[in-house]
Nanobody, 127 residues
Framework: QVQLVESGGGLVQPGGSLRLSCAVSGSTLSFHAIGWFRQAPGKEREGISCINSSDGSATVVGSVKGRFTISRDKGKNVIYLQMNNVKPEDTAVYYC????????????????????WGIGTQVTVSS
């Protein structure tokens, strides 16, 4: 059983930066990739980035492309989401997720492909 714990959320001003972490524990051999998602109030959960554990290949999609970066520390089993030049519309609860059968592709993550989720971390962008 894989457990995921997000951290690093908080209040940040527009144009600022924030780094989220996703710590993976448990049966770490059972996951191949990690996806980052976010959900704003009243909106559906949106996939924004994913990374493959095996080779570090990664994808960032949508409105965060060019501003957010995903990376991994394989030795620590931690996946990071670096958020730069944040905007008020980035305000959401951010989640990481995994599934033993998922492989990150250029299309980015789809929430329906993931079975293990963290509880999320709140990011609020406001002046």
């Amino acid at each position: 059983q894989v457990q995921l714990v997000e951290s690093g959320g908080g209040l940040v001003q527009p144009g600022g930066s924030l780094r989220l972490s996703c710590a993976v524990s448990g049966s770490t051999l059972s996951f191949h990739a990690i996806g980052w998602f976010r959900q704003a109030p009243g909106k559906e959960r949106e996939g924004i980035s994913c990374i493959n554990s095996s080779d570090g290949s990664a994808t960032v999609v949508g409105s965060v492309k060019g501003r957010f970066t995903i990376s991994r520390d394989k030795g620590k089993n931690v996946i990071y989401l670096q958020m730069n030049n944040v905007k008020p519309e980035d305000t959401a609860v951010y989640y990481c997720a995994t599934d033993p059968d998922y492989y990150c592709s250029d299309d980015g993550p789809d929430a329906t492909d993931f079975t293990s989720w963290g509880i999320g971390t709140q990011v609020t962008v406001s002046s």
